[in-house]
């Protein structure tokens, strides 16, 4: 079960962003009422003092729930689950499958993002070709997910949880960075149910430039 805010949540964004896109699909995925607000990262809109007081580290996503303002996709996740999904499904109450929901985020702070999320900034947004390490960190990160993945359906537990949602966007958009999910069918597998899900949402593909 899920609680509705007062007033539709506004989430400040930038299409292309991997943070914000998994803000955007938890918002989709608890079927909160949200609006989007779009932040102009190339002209800096980020580092003005009307998106600072918001969030003072200057990034996207930021979210406005009433009164609240709160940046950092992994917390906005957490305040999002424990303010408004009462069933508990997508944050577990129980210290085990807390613990490892925190440990995905890690991953997705740490390794996802250093191998194939900076592989695709290299790419789509700084037209530089890819480091090597970039692609043999996600190679391996990969590798550790599908033996995880292995014999179940879900990152945590029984069903998908934050730990998911937080993996999702920039492994699906791996291959943009020439990180490649082709030998990797547990993991490809595992998107294919996320984006089966109600209320799923798409994370925005960019064209593959030649480098």
Same mark, same amino acid.
């Given at each position: 079960?899920?609680?509705?805010?007062?007033?539709?949540?506004?989430?400040?964004?930038?299409?292309?962003?991997?943070?914000?896109?998994?803000?955007?699909?938890?918002?989709?995925? $608890?079927?909160?009422?949200?609006?989007?607000?779009?932040?102009?990262?190339?002209?800096?809109?980020?580092? /003005?003092?009307?998106?600072?007081?918001?969030?003072?580290? /200057?990034?996207?996503?930021?979210?406005?729930?009433?009164?609240?303002?709160?940046?950092?996709?992994?917390?906005?996740?957490?305040?999002?689950?424990?303010?408004?999904?009462?069933?508990?499904?997508?944050?577990?109450?129980?210290?085990?499958?807390?613990?490892?929901?925190?440990?995905?985020?890690?991953?997705?702070?740490?390794?996802?993002?250093?191998?194939?999320?900076?592989?695709?900034?290299?790419?789509?947004?700084?037209? %530089?070709?890819? $480091?090597?390490?970039?692609?043999?960190?996600?190679?391996?990160?990969?590798? $550790?997910?599908?033996?995880?993945?292995?014999?179940?359906?879900?990152?945590?537990?029984?069903?998908?949880?934050?730990?998911?949602?937080?993996?999702?966007?920039?492994?699906?958009?791996?291959?943009?960075?020439?990180?490649?999910?082709?030998?990797?069918?547990?993991?490809? /597998?595992?998107?294919?149910?996320?984006?089966?899900?109600? /209320?799923?949402?798409?994370?925005?593909?960019?064209?593959?430039? %030649?480098?």
């Amino acid at each position: 079960m899920t609680q509705v805010p007062a007033q539709p949540i506004r989430l400040h964004t930038f299409a292309l962003s991997g943070h914000a896109h998994r803000v955007e699909l938890a918002l989709s995925l $608890l079927g909160l009422p949200f609006e989007k607000i779009p932040v102009d990262l190339r002209q800096r809109e980020q580092k /003005g003092a009307a998106f600072l007081a918001l969030n003072p580290f /200057g990034q996207v996503p930021a979210i406005e729930d009433g009164d609240i303002a709160l940046g950092d996709s992994n917390a906005i996740l957490v305040y999002l689950a424990t303010r408004y999904d009462t069933s508990g499904r997508w944050l577990p109450r129980d210290a085990l499958g807390a613990a490892q929901v925190q440990r995905w985020f890690s991953v997705a702070a740490g390794e996802l993002r250093e191998g194939p999320g900076m592989a695709r900034v290299q790419v789509v947004f700084r037209r %530089q070709p890819v $480091l090597a390490e970039r692609i043999e960190g996600a190679a391996q990160l990969f590798m $550790l997910m599908e033996q995880h993945l292995a014999g179940r359906q879900w990152l945590v537990g029984d069903g998908p949880t934050l730990a998911d949602i937080a993996m999702y966007s920039y492994t699906a958009v791996a291959p943009e960075g020439h990180c490649s999910l082709e030998p990797f069918a547990q993991v490809r /597998g595992w998107l294919a149910r996320i984006e089966a899900l109600p /209320g799923f949402v798409p994370m925005p593909r960019t064209p593959l430039p %030649q480098v």
